[in-house]
């Protein structure tokens, strides 16, 4: 039952992150039509698709276009091998191309970050808002080269928790997704104002979620007990 379970949460883990990647590309449309039927330059057509598919973003397309598309083309290829990179079978049965693997993804995941630390601190948001975008991206610079650190001195357990917080933090595009629409129409947000909070509750709900998670059994569940035990005397 167990395994059952957990199969489920890696099928909607992946699902996901899957959705994830096709929601990066929602500027296609948009950027087809505009180079292919209307003519116009690459850089033109490339702001025309975000214009058109993810107008929430337009107003980065004026002078931080490029870092824009090298931030969700870049992020969309570490999504897409995070699945991958969390396989234990890959790991165990392939290492060399886990590694290879793992190289690639955390390139991606760090290269994505960078771009987006400008994007954040020019977003039309809240200050407050603002900062929460920023210690996301940094986190999720920080966190990936921990891991790659204790990778390379070989100490694996450590390389493999903070493999899963990087991972947390990357699955925190998905989650962000999901809490501005919740946000927005539960909370009576605004744009702006909903991206704001989502961004504070998809870093730190994600990074709970994986700390009890990865220790519920050694360190979560025992306390636990201990805690309702005193409670019952």
Same mark, same amino acid.
């Given at each position: 039952?167990?395994?059952?379970?957990?199969?489920?949460?890696?099928?909607? /883990?992946?699902?996901?992150?899957?959705?994830? =990647?096709?929601?990066?590309?929602?500027?296609?449309?948009?950027?087809?039509?505009?180079?292919?039927?209307?003519?116009?330059?690459?850089?033109?057509?490339?702001?025309?698709?975000?214009?058109?598919? $993810?107008?929430?973003?337009?107003?980065?397309?004026?002078?931080?276009?490029? +870092?824009?598309? @090298?931030?969700?083309?870049i992020?969309?290829?570490? $999504?897409?091998?995070?699945? @991958?990179?969390? $396989?234990?079978?890959?790991?165990?049965? &392939?290492?060399?191309?886990?590694?290879?693997?793992?190289?690639?993804? %955390?390139?991606?995941? %760090?290269?994505?970050?960078?771009?987006?630390?400008?994007?954040?601190?020019?977003?039309?948001?809240?200050?407050?808002?603002?900062?929460?975008f920023?210690i996301?991206? @940094?986190?999720?610079?920080?966190? #990936?080269?921990?891991? =790659?650190?204790?990778? =390379?001195?070989?100490?694996?357990?450590?390389?493999?928790?903070? *493999?899963?917080?990087a991972?947390?933090?990357?699955?925190?595009? =998905?989650?962000?997704?999901?809490?501005i #629409?919740?946000?927005?129409?539960?909370?009576?947000?605004?744009?702006?104002?909903?991206?704001?909070?989502?961004?504070? %509750?998809?870093?730190?709900?994600? +990074? @709970? /979620? *994986?700390?009890?998670?990865?220790?519920?059994?050694?360190?979560?569940? #025992?306390?636990? &007990?201990?805690?309702?035990?005193?409670?019952?005397?």
């Open positions: 039952m167990k395994a059952r379970n957990q199969n489920r949460w890696w099928i909607l /883990f992946c699902f996901f992150c899957g959705l994830n =990647v096709l929601l990066v590309f929602r500027f296609a449309p948009g950027f087809i039509g505009a180079w292919f039927g209307e003519n116009e330059g690459l850089s033109n057509a490339l702001a025309r698709g975000v214009e058109r598919g $993810m107008n929430e973003m337009a107003y980065h397309t004026t002078d931080r276009l490029n +870092l824009l598309y @090298l931030h969700m083309l992020g969309g290829l570490a $999504m897409a091998l995070l699945p @991958l990179q969390l $396989m234990t079978r890959l790991r165990l049965r &392939k290492p060399g191309l886990h590694r290879w693997l793992g190289r690639v993804c %955390v390139f991606g995941i %760090v290269a994505s970050s960078v771009a987006s630390l400008p994007l954040a601190i020019n977003m039309e948001a809240p200050r407050w808002g603002q900062i929460g920023t996301s991206a @940094l986190a999720w610079i920080a966190f #990936p080269l921990i891991g =790659v650190y204790f990778a =390379v001195t070989q100490e694996f357990e450590r390389h493999r928790k903070w *493999m899963l917080y991972a947390a933090v990357t699955f925190g595009a =998905v989650m962000l997704r999901l809490y #629409p919740i946000f927005r129409h539960g909370l009576n947000l605004s744009y702006d104002q909903a991206s704001s909070l989502a961004s504070y %509750v998809s870093l730190l709900g994600n +990074l @709970l /979620f *994986m700390y009890l998670w990865s220790n519920w059994d050694n360190t979560v569940k #025992p306390r636990l &007990k201990t805690i309702l035990k005193k409670k019952a005397t």
